[in-house]
């Protein structure tokens, strides 16, 4: 995740002080639920204390992107650490997959053999974490000027409705008797940790896999290009991300026979389209005058393969 305040900002400070807050408060209604839930029998406690570690890990790795965003790249990562929290993300959304799939084993088992439940400290335990949850994404929606604080921020909001639900569980037992409402309770929680895990491996092993971005068109891009003046053709074009929120580009761009000088209009025009229109800010560009084709994934101009050595390319990149 990606925070685009200066580290040394106002702002950034204020961020990563709400960030601070919000990763304490979590960690402790997580570590107290669970305790509660195992004193209490109460499966649906411990459902939402797994519900309430991904809300930390949320907030953990959009934590972390503000660290490492003030890290330069280097020889040895010419991008960056943009892609740590992306690996992060995967590791940690993969085992919440597992730790679902043990609370829904768990809850079947139950709702064959219901467990007493103490459903008064259910609701108290329930209750401190709608007000922790609430607090929380009150914070971040002061601070969410950036896409992934504002998905925090509507993780949060939706978890402070989850976390109601096991009060409107409590209050359930304790007026009907039912035990089998926990179980029940913690399937449908299960449910919503695996829709919320499910999302994040499939949008972090398209990063990492270098799949085109989520809501990218191709077509759309190569067309603009291709409408740009002095563009001829646009073809092996690639687009990747390099991590959650940013970009990359690379393409061959067929223009006229012109010297590298004359063509620098051109690629101001290509990097232009490019950023304000895509938000793709590193683009690298080949110029060719001659028409390309692939060999076993080489791309080689028509002329050098018929022994001309004649052929121009010349290249444009930006960042």
């Not at 740590?84 to 043990?102: H, K």
């Not at 909001?157 to 926990?182: E, F, H, M, P, Y």
């Amino acid at each position: 995740m990606h925070v685009h305040a200066a580290p040394s900002s106002p702002g950034a400070k204020r961020t990563q002080f709400v960030l601070r807050f919000s990763l304490v408060a979590t960690l402790a209604y997580v570590v107290v639920t669970f305790v509660a839930g195992l004193r209490a029998h109460s499966l649906a406690l411990i459902s939402e204390s797994g519900h309430n570690a991904s809300d930390f890990l949320s907030l953990l790795l959009s934590f972390t992107a503000v660290y490492f965003q003030s890290r330069p790249a280097g020889p040895s990562k010419t991008f960056g650490y943009q892609r740590a929290g992306v690996v992060a993300a995967f590791i940690n959304a993969a085992t919440l997959i597992a730790i679902s799939l043990w609370i829904a084993i768990e809850a079947v088992h139950r709702l064959a053999a219901p467990l007493v439940v103490q459903p008064r400290l259910m609701m108290i335990v329930a209750a401190a974490g709608v007000v922790m949850n609430g607090v929380i994404a009150i914070l971040l929606w002061g601070v969410a000027r950036d896409v992934n604080l504002r998905s925090a921020f509507l993780h949060m909001a939706g978890d402070t409705l989850s976390t109601a639900a096991v009060i409107a569980g409590g209050a359930a037992i304790l007026l009907t008797g039912q035990n089998w409402i926990d179980p029940a309770l913690s399937l449908l929680i299960a449910a919503l940790i695996l829709w919320t895990s499910f999302g994040i491996v499939r949008e972090t092993l398209n990063i990492l896999l270098e799949g085109t971005p989520h809501g990218v068109s191709l077509a759309e891009i190569r067309s603009g290009m291709e409408a740009v003046e002095g563009v001829v053709d646009v073809h092996d074009l690639h687009v990747w991300s390099l991590g959650s929120n940013s970009s990359a580009l690379a393409c061959h761009v067929t223009i006229a026979d012109i010297p590298p000088s004359a063509s620098a209009g051109i690629l101001a025009r290509l990097n232009h389209l490019l950023k304000e229109h895509f938000h793709i800010c590193h683009a690298t560009i080949q110029f060719e005058h001659t028409t390309c084709k692939e060999l076993n994934g080489c791309v080689v101009p028509m002329e050098e393969m018929a022994g001309n050595p004649s052929y121009g390319h010349h290249h444009g990149h930006t960042h």
